[in-house]
C-alpha cells in the first residue's frame, strides 16, 4: 500500500506541475499578445490638427499687402510631456490615411538601435519605436535623414508604410508631415520602392555633392521593380529628403518611401 500510495503521490505532483506549467504559458502567451497587439495612442500628446496640404498648385499673383505681424501658430505636439517621459524623444511622425502618427526617439546611449527592441517608457517592446540613429541630426538638418520602423502584422509601427505599393494609394497621397519642437516640417514624397538592405548612412558619403546627386538620380528612379516615382518631382543637392525604411519579408531587401522638403512651418 505504501507503495501504491507513493505512485500516486508521485502522479498527483507530477498532474500539479503540468497544470502549473500550463497555467505559466498561458499567462506569457496573454501578457505577450497585449504587448503585440497594443496600439500606440497619440491622442494624449497630439492635438487635432489642419489636414496636410492635398495640392501644390500656385496662389495665383496678388499685389503685395502689408499684414501686422502675426503670432506663431501653436505646435499641435506637447513635446514636454513627451519628453518628460522619455528625453530621447526627437520629432514626431504622420503619414495620412495610415497608421503612422508616432514619437521618433533617437538613442543617447551607445546603443544606437536601442529603439529597434523598446518603446516609448524605455522597457522592452518587440514593436519597437519608430527612430533614427545618431549618424543623423536630431533637427532633420542632414541631407537624407533615414527613419526606422518595424513591418508589425499587427498594424503598427511602418506596416502600413507598404500602402505605397499601391500606386493608387501612392498617386492619393503625397505628403507626410514632421513635427519637432518649434517647427513643422512638411515633406512631398517623390519615391516609393524595395531596395537592398544595405546601410545608407554608411554607404554614402552625402556630404559630397557629387555622391548626393548620383543617389538622387538613382532615388527619383529606381531600378526595381516594386517601385512607384512621382513625375514632375525635382528634387536637387540643395533638397533635404527623408528617407523612411522597413522591412519587406525578406533579409535581403527593405522598403523605402522617400519625400523632399517643401516647407517648414515656425511653431511657438
Not at 497544470?19 to 487635432?48: H, N, Q, T
Request: aromatic share 14%; hydrophobic share 35%; proline share 6%.
Amino acid at each position: 500500500m505504501d507503495q501504491q500510495n507513493k505512485k500516486n503521490t508521485g502522479k498527483k505532483c507530477l498532474l500539479f506541475f503540468l497544470i502549473l506549467l500550463m497555467v505559466l504559458i498561458v499567462a506569457a502567451l496573454i501578457w505577450y499578445g497585449i504587448r503585440y497587439f497594443s496600439r500606440f495612442d497619440p491622442s494624449p500628446y497630439k492635438a487635432e490638427t489642419a489636414d496636410t496640404p492635398t495640392s501644390t498648385e500656385a496662389e495665383p499673383e496678388t499685389e503685395p499687402v502689408s499684414e501686422p505681424e502675426t503670432e506663431l501658430p501653436p505646435n499641435p505636439i506637447d513635446f514636454d510631456a513627451l519628453m518628460e517621459k522619455n528625453p530621447d524623444v526627437c520629432a514626431w511622425i504622420t503619414v495620412p490615411n495610415t497608421n503612422i502618427d508616432y514619437p521618433i526617439l533617437q538613442s543617447s546611449d551607445a546603443n544606437d538601435d536601442f529603439y529597434l527592441n523598446h518603446g516609448l517608457d524605455g522597457q522592452w517592446d518587440g514593436n519597437g519605436s519608430i527612430y533614427i540613429q545618431r549618424l543623423n541630426n536630431n533637427q532633420f538638418l542632414d541631407r537624407n535623414t533615414v527613419i526606422y520602423g518595424h513591418n508589425m502584422l499587427n498594424g503598427s509601427m511602418f506596416r502600413t508604410l507598404h500602402y505605397f505599393r499601391d500606386p493608387d494609394f501612392f498617386n492619393a497621397n503625397e505628403f507626410f508631415t514632421i513635427y519637432l519642437p518649434g517647427h513643422i516640417l512638411t515633406y512631398r514624397i517623390f519615391s516609393a520602392y524595395r531596395y537592398d538592405n544595405r546601410h545608407i548612412l554608411r554607404s554614402f558619403d552625402f556630404s559630397d555633392t557629387e555622391v548626393y546627386r548620383d543617389y538622387l538620380n538613382f532615388a527619383t528612379n529606381p531600378t526595381s521593380l516594386i517601385r512607384n516615382v512621382r513625375e514632375g518631382v525635382e528634387v536637387t543637392t540643395d533638397d533635404r529628403i527623408v528617407t523612411l525604411s522597413t522591412c519587406i519579408g525578406s533579409q535581403a531587401y527593405r522598403y523605402l518611401v522617400q519625400g523632399v522638403l517643401i516647407d517648414d512651418q515656425p511653431t511657438t
